[in-house]
């Protein structure tokens, strides 16, 4: 169910791109209860002049690496789920591909369960009661 | 006031990208209240690699021609329209440009009324009471 | 803490495009009170048969020229806010690049605080009491 939306500068191998998506996906399955195989990642390569961003607010010293990680997913996490999610992206961004943990931003947008279908023209997980 | 955002892998056609984008619209127009010329959409054609996502994720068989529906649009649709609006898209891509229903795939993004300007910068609905 | 993403079709100057972002973002610190330097965007440039839009929808005459902005931001900006943000975007950018006002449609993607890491993986905004 989350669907990842990953956009950065051009020029990062196809391999490092392979390995933020599964990066991320692992630190998902890991920290907030997502199934493993349900993994679904679209990655957008931008001219580095159309991908503009502060180099250092919130005294972060962001560099031409940063990805930014957009991520849509079911309503109900908790803060604390949210905080070790956070973490657990950068620690394992840092380790495949190797990205600074200052360059990595993520945002999370919710929705409720209602909302996704995964095929078929089916309503894939039953509304909250 | 749906924006639609479709992301796929390169290699459609240009006519089976605009019957895409057409067969969503009939779909929000029949089943979820759309106005027919409340139309805008944008595709993101991404390179194969950079389209990730699970063959068989909750045992629908995907291909490589999986297509990815985001669609902001207003809260407030109840749970039957959802249903009826998945069908429909799943029925009407499937008609034109004949995708496998199990090529579809459709995540909603809702917000309140107040959150769209359609030109002019003026606030486009009356905010909800 | 927000994040612009701007959708257009191809044809546009990198210089019109950097003004394009420059201008939402002195929108936003002028009427949203976002700090001059939380400024993250993202353009995303398609081929115009890819940017799909209804030319007069809501009795507006949009043209080929038209900028989709969308801005996911934390949620509590008031109704008054959303008004004067809208305004003061299609006036800035009908001065730089020179931007119908026609032609810039605008959505907001509101999310609440605990859902940012700029970096480090760190949650970036302590959550709403």
Not at 30 to 36: L, Q, S
Not at 37 to 58: M, Q, T
Not at 111 to 116: C, I, K, T
Request: charged fraction near 25%; aromatic fraction near 8%.
């Amino acid at each position: 169910m989350p669907f990842v939306r990953i956009t950065l500068a051009h020029g990062r191998s196809l391999e490092d791109r392979r390995a933020m998506a599964e990066s991320v996906q692992q630190a998902l399955v890991e920290t907030a209860g997502v199934p493993a195989n349900d993994f679904f990642c679209a990655i957008h390569e931008l001219p580095p002049e159309d991908f503009r961003f502060d180099p250092s607010y919130l005294g972060i010293a962001r560099s031409k690496e940063l990805v930014f990680v957009q991520i849509v997913l079911n309503a109900g996490r908790t803060v604390d789920v949210k905080l070790a999610l956070y973490a657990r992206i950068a620690e394992k961004v840092g380790q495949r591909p190797g990205l600074r943990h200052e360059d990595v931003m993520i945002n999370l947008i919710e929705v409720p369960r209602e909302n996704w279908s995964f095929g078929n023209g089916l309503m894939s997980y039953s509304p909250a009661p």
